[in-house]
Nanobody, 121 residues
Framework: QVQLVESGGGLVQAGGSLRLSCVAS????????MGWYRQAPGKQRDLVAT???????NYADSVKGRFTISRDNAKNTVYLQMNTLNPDDTAVYYC???????????????WGQGTQVTVSS
C-alpha cells in the first residue's frame, strides 16, 4: 500500500519558521506532482503549494514570498519551508501526492494524515 508520512508541525510564534517534510512509500510506485494543502477550523481545505517531478512550483497568493516547496525525488520526499509565519497560517497541513500505484496504472491522489501548525500572535 501507499503511505504518506508527514513531520515537522508544531507551535511557533508569529514571525517564526517551520519546515514540514512528507515521505511517500510504496513497492511499485512512481510519483508525479507533490504538494501541500491546509485546512483551518471552519474552512475548506485549500491549496498551499505544489511541485512537479521536474521542479515546477505553484503557490497560493497568501504564501508567495514566505513559503518554499521543494522535493527530493531520490527520497520520495517533499518539503515545505515556512518563513515569516502569521496566525492566519494556523491550520492542519496535509501532504498529497499524485502517484501511479503500481507504476503502469493511471495516477491518483494520495493524502497524508495531516500535521498541526499553530502560530501564536
Amino acid at each position: 500500500q501507499v503511505q504518506l508520512v508527514e513531520s515537522g508541525g508544531g507551535l511557533v510564534q508569529a514571525g517564526g519558521s517551520l519546515r514540514l517534510s512528507c515521505v511517500a512509500s510504496g513497492r511499485l510506485i512512481t510519483i508525479n506532482d507533490m504538494g501541500w494543502y491546509r485546512q483551518a477550523p471552519g474552512k475548506q481545505r485549500d491549496l498551499v503549494a505544489t511541485v512537479s517531478r521536474g521542479g515546477t512550483t505553484n503557490y497560493a497568493d497568501s504564501v508567495k514570498g514566505r513559503f518554499t516547496i521543494s522535493r527530493d525525488n531520490a527520497k520520495n520526499t517533499v518539503y515545505l519551508q515556512m518563513n515569516t509565519l502569521n496566525p492566519d497560517d494556523t491550520a492542519v497541513y496535509y501532504c498529497y501526492s499524485e502517484i501511479r500505484n503500481p507504476y503502469w496504472s493511471p495516477p491518483t491522489a494520495y493524502w497524508g494524515q495531516g500535521t498541526q501548525v499553530t502560530v501564536s500572535s
